[in-house]
C-alpha cells in the first residue's frame, strides 16, 4: 500500500476510545456548510453511518449528520477556544442583479426563497445538531420556497445544492456548552489531517475482544479488535472513495459507498442495514402513476392490456409517431448502485422504428428538447402477444450522486410501425457485495465529462496539450470521441460504441472532408496537408460503421478522425480488420455492446515512421509506425477482449487473415503504454486483458 496517496484523503477518523486517565475527549467535526461543531465524547463513543448519515453517540444524546456534509472528523483531549454562539444570518450566497444567474436566496415573512438552482434542486433544513426538519424542491425555473410553516424555532442550516444559509427562526434555543456553531468566511478546502493531536489507544487491562469494530458491507460483517487498530481512514483516490483500516497487522480497504455502517462497540451491537430505496414502482395495469406522457407528434403511449403501450398503428393504419413515457425527477444524489427493469413485448420493430430506454440528470421540462443518454442495450422481438421479456439494467454510474435523474420509455415511428407493451416498471436502489477498489485506474471525468464510458482508454496526464472531442448527433447520441495531442497535431485515439440505439441505416458515405472546429485553429490539420504527400487520410472510426444518418456519418470525415496511411495500408490489411469490426458491431445476436479503440502509434519516436511533406502546404504530418485496435465485447453479461496489431508499410496484403494479428490486450498496453478498457471493474480488466479467445471471436 502506498501511504502516500492518503495525503489525497477527505478524513482521518483516530479510533474512539477513551484516553487513559481522566481525560475528556471532544470531537471536531469541521462540514462543508462552513460550521465547526465540537462534542463532548462519551466515555465509549459510538460513531455510526447508517442509511447515508453519520450518527455520533455522546454522554447524554446522539447527533446526526448527513455524511455529505462532513469535509473532516478529528479528535482531541482539549477544549478548543471558540467564539460566541452566532445568533444573525450568515449569508454565503447573495443576491446579485448584475448577474441574475448567480445563485441567491432571501428571507420573507412566509419561508426561504431561492432562485437561480439548478431545475428540480433539493432544498433541505436541518437543525443545528443536523436532525432534518424540512424540504422542498426548486421547479423546472429554479426557484424553491421552503415554508416557515415547516421550521422550528432556533438556528437552522438550509442547503440548496452547493449553497447553504444558517437562519435564525424565533428565538434561539441553542444554549450551553454542548455544542458550538462557528460561521466562517468561505468554504473549507477538503484536506487530509494524518497528524494525531495525541495516541489514542485501548487501555491494555481491555482483552480483546471486549471492544471491536464492526464495518457493515450490507450483509457481510468484518469485525476488528480495537486494540491493534492504529487509524482508520477516509480516502478519496480519483474518483474511489474508500474506508482504510490499518491495524497493527495489516491495511484492509473497504469500498466507502457500500458501507452502511461502522461501529465502535461492545460484541453485543448489532449493526443496522440501511433499506434499499424505491424510486419508482409501476404496474402500469390501470393507469401511469408517477410516469407522464409527452408526444411530440402522432400517437401517446397509452395504456392497453394491462400494460403501459406505444404503437403507430390503429384501424389498420399506421400514423408517425414519436412519444416520450416520462417518469418525475429521482434523486439519486445519495445512491451508489440503482436497477431499473421491466417486462414487455415488442413485436414488428423493423427499419424506421425505434424503442428505447433514455435517462439524463437534466430535463429541461420537454423531451424533444432533452439531452438524453440511450441505456437500452437490446431488445428480443416477439413472435406471440403473451410471452413478456425481462429488461434490466444498471443505471450508469456518472448519473449516481446526481439529484435530478429522469428516464423515459421512447417510442418513435414512420411509414411502418412497431408496437411496445412495458409493464411492471421498477427502479430501486440494490445492494451487492462489490470487490474492494473496484476501479482503481478509471478515468476523472472534470474536464472531460464523458471519460466514464467503458470505450475510453486511459486519458493522457498532460491535460493541458491534450484535448478530448466528443462528436454527436441529437438523434444518435456520440458518433465517437478522440483524443487530440496539439503538441504533435495529431490524434492519439478514436473510439466508440455499437449497439442497438446506432443501427446501420445505410446512408452512404459522403466523402467531404473538412478541419474539426473543435480543435483551436494552431492545432489543426487540414485536407491539403495531404496533397502530393503519398498518403491518404486513414479514418479511425471508419465510414460506415457511422451509417445511421448522414450527419452523423459526415462527422467521421473530420480531419481529427484521420491518420495518414500508405493506401496500400488502409485500403488493405486494416480495411479487412475494420471490416471484421463492422461486422461484429452490426450483429445484435452477437454483441449488446461492442466497444472500439482504433489508433495509430505517436507518443514514442521509435514508434513515428516520419512526416509528410506537402506540395500545397508547409505542414509535416506525424505518420504512425504502427496501427492497431483494441476491441471488447459486451453480452448476456459477459465480457471479452481482443487487440489486433499491424505494423505501417506500402506492402499490399489483400488476404490478411485477422486471426494473425490477433494479440492480446495486455500485449497491446505494453506496446502502447496506454490503459485500455480502464472504466471497467478492476477485476473484470484483469480477466478480458489476458483472453485471447479466437473461437469466441470467429476467426480461428
Known amino acids: 500500500m502506498d501511504r502516500n496517496k492518503f495525503l489525497q484523503g477527505i478524513l482521518l477518523l483516530l479510533t474512539l476510545l477513551p484516553l487513559c486517565g481522566q481525560a475528556k475527549v471532544y470531537m471536531i467535526v469541521t462540514a462543508t456548510n462552513e460550521q465547526l461543531t465540537v462534542l463532548q465524547l462519551a466515555e465509549r463513543p459510538v460513531l455510526k453511518f447508517a442509511d447515508y448519515e453519520m450518527m455520533v453517540r455522546t454522554a447524554d444524546a446522539e447527533y446526526t449528520f448527513d455524511r455529505r456534509d462532513i469535509a473532516t472528523v478529528t479528535f482531541t483531549d482539549t477544549m478548543p477556544d471558540l467564539p460566541a454562539i452566532p445568533t444573525e444570518i450568515t449569508q454565503l450566497s447573495s443576491p446579485d442583479s448584475q448577474h441574475p444567474s448567480t445563485i441567491f436566496w432571501q428571507q420573507t415573512g412566509d419561508g426561504i426563497t431561492f432562485h437561480s438552482l439548478e431545475p428540480y434542486t433539493p432544498v433541505a433544513a436541518y437543525t443545528i445538531d443536523g436532525r432534518f426538519v424540512g424540504s422542498t424542491r426548486a421547479d423546472v425555473h429554479g426557484n424553491a420556497t421552503l415554508s416557515t410553516a415547516q421550521l422550528p424555532e432556533g438556528m437552522l442550516v438550509v442547503r440548496a445544492g452547493s449553497v447553504a444559509v444558517k437562519v435564525t427562526s424565533g428565538v434561539s434555543r441553542y444554549e450551553g456548552q454542548s455544542r458550538y456553531e462557528v460561521p466562517r468566511t468561505s468554504h473549507l478546502e477538503k484536506t487530509s489531517l494524518l497528524e494525531r493531536t495525541r495516541p489514542l489507544k485501548t487501555p491494555r487491562h481491555l482483552a480483546p475482544p471486549a471492544d471491536s469494530l464492526y464495518v457493515n458491507k450490507g450483509q457481510t460483517f468484518h469485525v476488528y479488535d480495537v486494540d491493534s487498530i492504529e487509524c482508520i ?40 442495514t440501511a433499506a434499499p430505496t424505491i424510486y419508482a414502482e ?15 407528434k402522432g400517437l401517446p403511449w397509452v395504456i392497453d392490456f394491462s400494460s403501459a403501450k406505444a404503437t403507430g398503428y390503429v384501424g389498420g393504419n399506421t ?60 431488445l428480443t422481438q416477439g413472435n406471440d402477444w403473451a410471452t413478456f421479456y425481462d429488461w434490466t439494467r444498471n443505471i450508469p454510474e456518472r448519473f449516481l450522486g446526481e439529484s435530478a435523474v429522469v428516464v423515459a420509455l421512447y417510442y418513435s415511428c414512420g411509414g411502418s410501425s412497431a408496437t411496445w407493451e412495458v409493464r411492471n416498471l421498477r427502479i430501486r436502489e440494490i445492494y451487492e457485495e462489490i470487490v474492494v477498489a473496484t476501479n482503481l485506474n478509471r478515468n476523472p471525468t472534470l474536464d472531460a465529462p464523458e471519460a466514464w464510458r467503458l470505450e475510453y482508454p486511459h486519458l493522457n496526464e498532460d491535460t493541458d496539450n491534450n484535448l478530448v472531442i466528443v462528436k454527436k448527433t441529437e438523434e444518435y447520441g456520440i458518433t465517437y470521441s478522440l483524443e487530440w495531442d496539439c503538441t504533435k497535431k495529431s490524434q492519439r485515439w478514436t473510439c466508440y460504441e455499437f449497439h442497438d440505439g446506432i443501427p446501420d441505416n445505410g446512408v452512404g458515405r459522403s466523402n467531404g472532408w473538412m478541419d474539426d472546429p473543435d480543435i483551436p485553429k494552431a492545432y489543426q490539420t487540414h485536407t491539403e496537408d495531404y496533397n502530393g504527400s503519398g498518403y491518404s487520410r486513414g479514418h479511425m472510426c471508419m465510414s460506415n460503421d457511422r451509417q445511421s444518418s448522414e450527419d452523423q456519418n459526415k462527422q467521421t470525415f473530420y480531419m481529427s478522425n484521420a491518420h495518414p496511411q500508405y493506401q496500400a495500408h488502409n485500403g488493405g490489411l486494416w480495411q479487412t480488420l475494420e471490416n471484421t469490426v463492422n461486422r461484429w458491431g452490426n450483429n445484435a445476436t452477437f454483441r449488446d455492446t461492442l466497444y472500439v479503440v482504433k489508433a495509430g502509434t505517436i507518443d514514442n519516436d521509435d514508434d513515428i515512421l516520419g512526416y509528410t511533406n506537402s506540395t500545397k502546404t508547409s505542414a509535416h504530418l506525424l505518420v504512425p509506425k504502427y496501427f492497431y485496435m483494441a476491441v471488447l465485447c459486451y453480452k448476456a453479461g459477459q465480457y471479452h477482449a481482443i487487440a489486433f496489431w499491424t505494423e505501417h508499410t506500402s506492402q499490399s496484403i489483400t488476404k490478411a487473415k485477422p486471426k494473425d494479428y490477433a494479440i492480446t490486450v495486455d500485449e497491446l498496453e505494453e506496446r502502447t503504454g496506454i490503459d485500455f478498457f480502464c472504466n471497467l471493474p478492476d477485476d473484470i480488466e484483469a480477466t478480458v486483458q489476458q483472453e485471447l479467445n479466437l473461437q469466441f471471436w470467429g476467426i480461428q
Open 233 to 272: 481512514l477516509f480516502q478519496q483516490d480519483g474518483n474511489q472513495d474508500s474506508l482504510w483500516v490499518t491495524t497493527t497487522r495489516a491495511t484492509h480497504a473497504f469500498p466507502w459507498e457500500r458501507i452502511d455502517s461502522l461501529t465502535l462497540s461492545r460484541p453485543s451491537f448489532s449493526p443496522y
Open 282 to 296: 409501476e404496474k402500469f395495469y390501470t393507469e401511469f402513476g408517477s410516469f407522464s406522457v409527452d408526444t411530440p
Open 319 to 378: 400514423t408517425p409517431s414519436e412519444s416520450y413515457l416520462i417518469s418525475q425527477p429521482m434523486d439519486m444524489s445519495r445512491a451508489k448502485q440503482v436497477e431499473m427493469s421491466f417486462e414487455y413485448i415488442l413485436r414488428y420493430a423493423r427499419s424506421g422504428t425505434a424503442n428505447r430506454v433514455l435517462i439524463t440528470d437534466y430535463f429541461t421540462g420537454e423531451a424533444s428538447t432533452t439531452e438524453w443518454t440511450d441505456i437500452t442495450g437490446s
